[in-house]
């Protein structure tokens, strides 16, 4: 079993900035794929960044340029910093791990961009 622990998100204006945490812990190897999706209300979740064990990055077009993925292998830990934020970047955002065939989801942080 593998346990994820999520901290950050909030509120925030149009063109602020945020920043996600997420801790791995439990039984993990040390090659896995660690990320964030993200689902708004009515729409179905959906991939925001995901890094690879030996760094390779994988950012939704919406996001790029905008969110920087940062990862600690030696902690298991992985970062989100979100600049420029938008509205639609509204949503519940879940922390992943990808370990062979099987995602372990955290519970979600909310992320409100609003005026």
């Known amino acids: 079993q593998v346990q994820l622990a999520e901290s950050g998100g909030g509120v925030v204006r149009p063109g602020g900035s945020l920043r996600l945490s997420c801790a791995a812990s439990?039984?993990?190897?040390?090659?896995?794929?660690m990320g964030w999706y993200r689902q708004a209300p009515g729409k179905q979740r959906e991939l925001v960044v995901g890094?690879?064990?030996?760094?390779?990055?994988n950012y939704a077009d919406s996001v790029k340029g905008r969110f920087t993925i940062s990862r600690d292998n030696a902690q298991n830990t992985v970062s989100l910093q979100m600049n420029s934020l938008k509205s639609e970047d509204t949503a519940v955002y879940y922390c992943?791990?990808?370990?062979?065939?099987?995602?372990?989801w955290g519970q979600g942080t909310q992320v409100t961009v609003s005026s």
């Open positions: 890094i690879t064990s030996g760094g390779i990055v």
């Open positions: 992943y791990v990808l370990l062979g065939k099987r995602t372990y």
């Open positions: 439990g039984s993990i190897s040390s090659i896995y794929t």
